[in-house]
């Protein structure tokens, strides 16, 4: 496995967990950040700080400048067509919302279908039940198979003329499933349905080009590719954006306010009320150079070769550990969730962390999904761009001395 040699980068990492080296191995529920982006978060607020589209004054314009700088870059990074079409929010949860709140509002009627999958995260769910619940649409969801990929076999009945909306996660973070989202968009698409990617998991890990896609709507978080907390982005087609009424109503997304009226700015800004969080957005911009100077073709294929090794290990170990989702590494990114025979998910991620590898347990915010795999919850490596051999050697080990300690009561 070829190494990507950015570890160094990540101040992090010479970290000792329990006196043991640091293995971070809970990507998909966040990354860590390069010294790059911490220094530029704290150089921001050091030399640039002031508030972004008021001052006339120099640190204002600053700030401005590098708050817009990253827009273009996130726009640049997925082909957006233009960074007009970037919106900045807090994360994908609110990203989805924002779509489920002013877009679903607005066009949404009672007896409408929105179609979703078994495998989404609950904010790729609750905003839509939210809004079912209101108005009365219907949630409809296409199947998964054993495998942990999705039945497509009905997809043409599902996507019916009352299919409003149609969304999905581009990869699953529970089983890592990388979908056919293309494909997917494409019949919503000549539906006339909108089409909604949550790309949480996405983004981080795999080239992502939203002209070729033809999607709608694409959502993502900073936190999750090296950015600091606090910052989502949604990605909207022009067209789309710019029918679409305000989320949030308040100061920076209006033009003109009246006492009985108001009209609101154009895209994005029309989407981002209040003070943005304008310091993180321009560490975003940096997260975002770092990951183009790697290339996400290099990153993609980092993930292949560290989650190949990995399953190839987990399947060596004398026990019958489930591992979820899909073999096929050409359809599966970075995320392993396994089940380990009696014990409990908690206890082998606490195990684990006596040996400082950090692991998630747990539903993984996908309870629906954990219900079809018969399981409450699962523990979960997931991986990125500073994980190595080594690390993925260490949690073998971890593992196999936790089948060691908890004996036959594993068995
Ligand atoms: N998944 C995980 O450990 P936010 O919290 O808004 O940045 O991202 C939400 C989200 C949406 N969709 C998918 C597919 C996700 O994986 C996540 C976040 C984390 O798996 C935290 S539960």
């Known amino acids: 496995m070829k190494d990507m040699s950015v570890r160094s980068d990540f101040p992090i990492m010479d970290r000792l967990i329990h006196d043991k080296p640091l293995t971070y191995l809970d990507s998909a529920?966040?990354?860590?950040?390069?010294?790059?982006?911490?220094d530029a978060l704290?150089?921001?607020?050091?030399?640039?700080?002031?508030?972004?589209?008021?001052?006339?004054?120099?640190?204002?314009?600053?700030?401005?400048?590098?708050?817009?700088?990253?827009?273009?870059?996130?726009a640049n990074f997925?082909?957006?067509?233009?960074?007009?079409?970037?919106?900045?929010?807090?994360?994908t949860t609110e990203s989805l919302n924002l779509i489920a709140y002013a877009w679903?509002?607005?066009?949404?009627?009672?007896?409408?279908?929105?179609?979703?999958?078994?495998?989404?995260?609950?904010?790729?769910?609750?905003?839509?039940?939210?809004?079912?619940?209101?108005?009365?649409?219907?949630l409809k969801y296409i199947s998964i198979n054993e495998?942990?990929?999705?039945?497509?076999?009905?997809?043409?009945?599902?996507?019916?003329?009352?299919?409003?909306?149609?969304?999905?996660?581009?990869m699953s973070n529970v089983l890592g499933t990388i979908n056919p989202i293309k494909q997917i968009i494409e019949k919503a698409n000549k539906a006339g349905a909108l089409s909604v990617i949550d790309g949480a998991q996405g983004a981080p890990h795999l080239p992502v080009d939203v002209i070729d896609l033809d999607v709608d709507l694409y959502a993502?978080?900073?936190?999750?590719?090296?950015?600091?907390?606090?910052?989502?982005?949604?990605?909207?087609?022009?067209?789309?954006?710019?029918?679409?009424?305000?989320?949030?109503?308040?100061?920076?997304?209006?033009?003109?306010?009246?006492?009985?009226?108001?009209?609101?700015k154009e895209a994005p800004w029309k989407f981002e009320a209040g003070t943005p969080n304008f310091a993180d957005v321009a560490a975003f911009g940096v997260a975002i150079d770092y990951l183009d100077d790697i290339g996400m073709d290099n990153v993609r294929q980092h993930e292949i070769d560290i989650t190949?090794?990995?399953?190839?290990?987990v399947r060596k170990i004398d026990r019958d550990i489930t591992v979820f989702g899909p073999k096929n590494l050409d359809i599966r990114g970075g995320?392993?969730?396994?089940?380990?025979?009696?014990?409990?998910?908690?206890?082998?991620?606490?195990?684990?962390?006596?040996?400082?590898?950090?692991?998630?347990?747990?539903?993984?915010?996908?309870?629906?999904?954990?219900?079809?795999?018969?399981?409450?919850a699962t523990a979960r490596a997931s991986f990125y761009i500073y994980n190595n051999q080594e690390d993925v050697d260490r949690f073998i080990d971890s593992l196999k001395k936790g089948g060691e300690f908890f004996g036959d009561a594993s068995r």
């Not at 529920?29 to 911490?38: D, F, G, L, R």
């Not at 949404?108 to 609950?122: A, N």
């Not at 009905?154 to 149609?166: A, H, P, Q």
């Open 78 to 91: 997925i082909n957006a067509g233009s960074e007009e079409q970037i919106i900045f929010t807090r994360n």
């Open 335 to 376: 995320v392993l969730a396994f089940d380990f025979p009696g014990v409990h998910p908690h206890d082998v991620a606490q195990m684990m962390d006596w040996d400082g590898v950090q692991i998630r347990a747990g539903h993984h915010c996908a309870q629906p999904l954990m219900r079809r795999l018969g399981v409450s």
């Open 308 to 313: 190949q090794y990995a399953l190839d290990q």
């Open 220 to 264: 993502f978080s900073a936190h999750k590719m090296l950015g600091p907390t606090g910052v989502g982005v949604l990605y909207g087609k022009e067209k789309i954006l710019s029918a679409m009424s305000p989320f949030l109503g308040g100061g920076e997304m209006i033009d003109e306010v009246y006492e009985d009226r108001f009209t609101t």
């Open 147 to 170: 495998d942990g990929t999705l039945d497509l076999s009905n997809l043409d009945e599902l996507i019916s003329e009352n299919t409003k909306i149609v969304s999905l996660t581009h």
């Open 42 to 74: 704290a150089d921001f607020y050091r030399n640039n700080n002031a508030n972004v589209h008021r001052g006339i004054y120099t640190l204002s314009e600053e700030s401005t400048l590098a708050y817009e700088t990253a827009r273009v870059k996130v």
């Open 29 to 38: 529920a966040t990354s860590q950040k390069p010294a790059v982006v911490i």
């Open 104 to 138: 679903g509002r607005d066009n949404i009627k009672e007896g409408d279908e929105i179609l979703i999958t078994p495998m989404e995260h609950h904010s790729n769910m609750i905003p839509w039940m939210l809004l079912c619940k209101e108005i009365g649409c219907k």
